[in-house]
Nanobody
Framework: QVRLVESGGGSVQAGGSLRLSCAAS????????MGWFRQAPGKEREGVGV????????VYADSERGRFTITQDSAKNTVYLQMNSLKPEDSAMYYC???????????????WGQGTQVTVSS
């Protein structure tokens, strides 16, 4: 049974950093595309970035490129999202997901975690 559990969210001031974790069980993260998504109230879920090819490749949404970094620790079966230079508009519920295609489109993913809240104050 595939299970994803996010952690690391919280409240931070603008310009600060957070590192989110996504612990996977029931499968090896190297065998799936792992994506990070976020959803703010009243908005659609949007892709932040993905890691694939066993952790060797990453793709980021334009607004996150240069500020966010996705890494993978295969020994811990965990994927991370390092977020720097946070802005108030980054506030959202952040989700990790597992799928078969390196896509920033949420419907391409089969398995989802429960999410972790990130709040950035100005």
């Amino acid at each position: 049974q595939v299970r994803l559990v996010e952690s690391g969210g919280g409240s931070v001031q603008a310009g600060g950093s957070l590192r989110l974790s996504c612990a996977a069980s029931g499968y090896n993260v190297r065998s799936y595309v792992m994506g990070w998504f976020r959803q703010a109230p009243g908005k659609e879920r949007e892709g932040v970035g993905v890691i694939y090819n066993g952790g060797g490749s990453t793709v980021y949404a334009d607004s996150e490129r240069g500020r966010f970094t996705i890494t993978q620790d295969s020994a811990k079966n965990t994927v991370y999202l390092q977020m720097n230079s946070l802005k108030p508009e980054d506030s959202a519920m952040y989700y990790c997901a597992a799928g078969r295609f390196a896509s920033l489109v949420a419907r391409q993913y089969n398995y989802w975690g429960q999410g972790t809240q990130v709040t950035v104050s100005s």
